[in-house]
């Protein structure tokens, strides 16, 4: 109890030294929680399909790693979206599909608000930024089929859709806020954490009493 506790006012209290840095405008936190709600569920799948020495599960914690360093460089967003709204298209049919790719639409017409696009039509990537495309788009990739292991049908459109239209807007949101590179890790870092630390927990109560019932 007492070690939940400090976890608990250790977390607010990083989660606060954050809020110092960045912006407080839905514009900024509607892609970030976006974001944010992809470790979660990415989180329930250690409880569901894994065990701590699985290599699954240090290939899903290799991912999260990547998935840091790949969303703070801010390049194929727009391919994991695409990726991502295909998914549900797949799963949920026509129907479903179209309303995740509103429920995307929305999500990055208010990220793009107030950012500036800084790369220029014919700069090339580099071969680092190729491979943390490449990364992001399998995050993408698990993060959906992560979403459908929890939901279904109207929610797990409606959830993947924000989280898709989430990856082609937080790069330009956290390069608008103004953070640097080292803060802009540690707070994706802090966001994977805690995610994922949710999620493993929901999936640890929820799970168990599925398989005893």
């Known amino acids: 109890m007492a070690i939940a506790v400090y976890g608990f006012a250790l977390t607010v209290n990083i989660f606060s030294k954050f809020l110092e ?5 839905i ?21 569901v399909i894994t065990g701590i020495n ?20 801010g390049n194929g967003g727009l391919l994991a979206t ?7 298209f797949y799963n949920g049919g ?14 990055m017409g208010l990220g793009f608000y107030q950012t500036d696009q800084e790369r220029s039509p014919d700069q090339n990537l580099t071969l680092l930024e190729i491979m943390a495309v490449v990364v992001l788009l399998i995050w993408a990739v698990l993060v ?8 279904s049908g109207v929610n797990a459109a409606v959830i993947t859709g924000a989280i898709a239209g989430s990856y082609s807007v937080v790069g330009s949101q956290i390069k608008a ?9 540690y707070f994706l870092a802090f966001l994977a954490g805690l995610g994922l630390a949710i999620g493993w927990i ?8 599925f398989v005893l019932s």
Do not use: D, H, M
């Open 21 to 25: 840095l960045l912006p407080k405008t």
């Open 27 to 47: 514009y900024f936190w509607v892609p970030i929680l976006g974001i944010f709600g992809g470790y979660v569920y990415v989180g329930y799948l250690f409880r």
């Open 54 to 73: 699985s290599p699954v599960f240090l290939l899903i914690i290799a991912l999260t790693i990547g998935s840091i360093w790949a969303l703070s460089l």
């Open 82 to 88: 695409l990726i991502a709204l295909g998914l549900v």
């Open 94 to 107: 026509i129907s479903l599909g179209f309303l995740a790719v509103g429920i995307a639409a929305g999500t």
């Open 144 to 151: 959906t089929l992560a979403t459908y292991q929890i939901l």
């Open 177 to 185: 806020s103004g953070i640097t590179n080292i803060e802009t890790r």
């Open 202 to 209: 929901y999936g640890l109560v929820t799970y168990k009493v």
